[in-house]
Nanobody, 124 residues
């Protein structure tokens, strides 16, 4: 059974940094793309960042220049380095992955697995 497990969340002061990790287990399939989303209380889940199977990266405007997405060489672990954190970055962060035997034609993938989320709280 495929599982995505996020870690690295916590509480930090504004201006600080955190690094999130997302480990995929139970899959022998290729990673066709992975990404990070977040959801603040009372708000809809929103896109944060994504990485294609070819390594192309993409960021929401709100985090561009502050967050860096990366993955390990075997594409089983996804990371999100978050710098210069702001109070408005407070949210539950979710990892998503497209793991399948044969990737579709979608450049960023078609996420079929989600993690349970890790909380990030930024205070003043």
């Amino acid at each position: 059974q495929v599982q995505l497990v996020e870690s690295g969340g916590g509480s930090v002061q504004a201006g600080g940094s955190l690094k999130l990790s997302c480990a995929a287990s139970g899959s022998t399939f290729s990673s066709c793309g992975m990404g990070w989303y977040r959801q603040a209380p009372g708000k809809a889940r929103e896109f944060v960042s994504r990485i294609s199977r070819r390594g192309t990266t993409d960021y929401a405007d709100s985090v561009k220049g502050r967050f860096i997405i990366s993955q390990d060489n075997d594409k089983t672990t996804l990371y999100l380095q978050m710098n210069s954190l702001k109070i408005e970055d407070t949210a539950a962060y979710y990892c998503a992955a497209d793991l399948r035997q044969k990737c579709t034609d979608l450049f960023w993938g078609d996420y079929n697995y989600w993690g349970q989320g890790t909380q990030v709280t930024v205070s003043s």
